[in-house]
């Protein structure tokens, strides 16, 4: 009799487990998804910065609802939501680059949140997460020079029909001593992808806190 009942107790508890884990992955995916579109919208809204980079190259503000699902949720939600977020902008909104913008943000920006995610998921605290946005910060500024360099920029002259001199012109506009790609990636691309992960991680660092109790439940 007390087998029997100790066994119908284990029953209980492991439905009650079960439950909770299913509330909690719904949970996540109406976060992941909610998070995604508020991304999406905040990509509408860009803007250049003239004095770093040529109005071609635009800042916005959707990474800062991806660090703060990374944060909430860990590296690979932050991958999710920064996916889902492109998909649902080219889709919704369409694109002006044939998708080539698109493609740009997802892979920059997974190397701006995930860093950040790994060193915030080892220790939660206000620390490793200044330091998880610095390297995430210096990995966006390395994978940008690397992808716009030798993948961005020729693929968008090849599918849109614009001279890549026609690049490097648009620099030499603003600096002077650009004379090559070489030379436009680190004058334009560095200090304009240091300027928005600075920015971004600012932001992130203010708002994460507020957010954590809804995403949380804290």
Known sequence: MKRRIKMSQEAVVNKQIQVTGNRSKLRTMVQIAMLSAVSAVLMMFEFPIPFLAPPFIKMDFSEIPVLVGTFAMGPLAGVVIELLKNILHFVTYGTTTGGI???????????????????YRKRKTRKNAVLGMATGTLLMVIMGCLSNAFVMFPL????????????????????????????????????????????????TLLLYKRLKVVLKGE
């Open 101 to 119: 913008g698109e493609l740009s943000n997802f892979f920059i920006g997974c190397a701006f949140a995930v860093p950040a995610g790994i060193f």
């Open 156 to 203: 968008y002259s090849v599918v849109m029909g614009i001279p890549m001199d026609s690049f490097i012109a648009m620099g030499t506009a603003i600096h002077p001593a650009i004379d090559n790609m070489v030379t436009f990636v680190v004058l334009c691309m560095v200090p304009f992808n240091l300027v928005k992960g600075i920015i971004i991680s600012m932001i």
